[in-house]
């Protein structure tokens, strides 16, 4: 892969552009081609499929670039997660989210009932409740904001504390992506993404990363891919790094479409909470300018309705897809509390809109459609 910038006087939304392409030659490809091999001749530095992959190398690179260390795809993020935690011997100490990302949590609880792991669930963005629960543990388990009450986290607290007790940290850093926020330049451990949202953007693939600047974990993090299976197909890793060139593009312009959106509702007599970092009026708003470089594309909102009300303006919307995803370029939105294993503490009447690209009067006109087919006033 291509070495000859100085990446570290580039900005991000160059990065995104330039990194994981070909070593330039005269007809070399601008980008890297789609490595379809399991087997390779022996002697070299692969050896197996399932151990590397040239297209592999070149998404790699390039969340390597953006994150600040060394980067391993994974078949999905819950993959990238799971290999996090086999890294922790039975019976270790975490601290995580009690109303995190409803994947991650609900895993954490089946081991911590199994006894696999000692859970110790807490409400990440109360700083003073995460301290507490620090000293003891192997590793705290971070995401910020959280997903899908849009709680701003203290990292740089919180890390700092984690660190000066001997714990490992790790930070899901799928909603904040790092145009906003970078968690190893903060001192984490581990930063991982669902690559299947923001970073590829168009809903049309499932993977996961994990970077690290530290290069013995990321050695254990290699052989837990290696070894776990959870490796990624290369014609998808290619349609990531793909999208990965409008990334900047993409966030910009949703953030930009988020906060219009936000405003308005926060106005709305029909919308009883709304929950936008970049809102002055929100909690998290000054925590948030204090470490973080915007305020990302993702809304909650809670609705003065019944939860079947809800769910059919969720459902009535054109614009506006009713699913379970984030980070696309197209407006999705979805009640949460529609799944089972989402949460008890995300209210029932609570919408979680992942902003897209969109149009932002257009989408508006859409939201105002749906609240009117719901019968919502």
């Known amino acids: 892969m291509n070495q000859e910038h100085d990446w570290k006087k580039l900005s991000l939304e160059t990065k995104v552009v330039a990194a994981g392409r070909p070593t330039k030659e005269s007809d070399g490809a601008l980008n890297p081609p789609i490595a379809l091999n399991s087997t390779f001749h022996a002697g070299g530095p692969i050896g197996y499929g399932r151990y590397g992959n040239e297209t592999w190398?070149?998404?790699e690179e390039a969340i390597s670039v953006l994150e600040?260390?060394?980067?391993l795809i994974f078949s999905s993020g819950m993959g990238a997660i799971s290999s996090v935690f086999s890294l922790l011997p039975e019976g270790s100490v975490i601290v995580a989210a009690h109303n995190g990302y409803q994947g991650t949590t609900t895993m954490l609880k089946k081991m911590n009932e199994v006894e696999r792991l000692k859970v110790r669930f807490v409400d990440l963005a109360d700083t003073d409740a995460v301290l507490a629960a620090i000293p003891g543990a192997s590793m705290v388990y971070l995401e910020s904001p959280t997903?899908?009450?849009i709680e701003v986290v203290d990292l740089p607290k919180i890390i700092s504390a984690s660190k000066a007790n001997g714990c490992g940290v790790a930070v899901d850093n799928t909603l904040a992506t790092p145009l906003i926020q970078n968690p190893?330049?903060?001192?984490?451990?581990?930063?991982?993404?669902?690559v299947t949202k923001y970073l590829s953007g168009h809903s049309?693939?499932?993977l996961g990363?994990?970077?690290t600047n530290d290069q013995a974990l990321y050695g254990r993090l290699e052989q837990a891919r290696r070894y776990g299976g959870a490796i990624a197909g290369p014609f998808e890793v290619w349609l990531a790094l793909r999208g990965l060139r409008t990334f900047a593009l993409r966030m910009q312009r949703s953030q930009e479409n988020a906060m219009d959106l936000a405003t308005r509702l926060s106005k709305d007599a029909r919308i009883s909470k709304v929950r936008y970092p970049g809102l002055a009026t929100d909690r998290y708003h000054a925590r948030a300018k204090s470490f973080m470089k915007g305020f990302g594309a993702m809304i909650s909102f809670e609705v003065k309705a019944t939860a079947a009300q809800i769910d059919l303006m969720c459902d009535s919307s054109k614009l506006i897809t009713n699913a379970t995803s984030l980070g696309g370029v197209e407006s999705i939105w979805e009640r949460?509390?529609?799944w089972a294993t989402e949460s008890q503490t995300i209210p029932e009447n609570l919408i979680r809109f992942s902003v897209g690209i969109e149009n932002v009067d257009d989408l508006w006109a859409d939201i105002e459609s749906a609240f009117a087919a719901a019968k919502i006033s």
């Open 184 to 194: 190893l330049a903060l001192g984490a451990d581990i930063s991982i993404h669902s």
């Open 68 to 71: 600040g260390g060394q980067t």
């Open 57 to 59: 190398s070149a998404l």
């Open 147 to 149: 997903n899908p009450a």
């Open 204 to 206: 049309d693939i499932i």
């Open 336 to 338: 949460r509390r529609r």
């Open 209 to 211: 990363s994990v970077s």
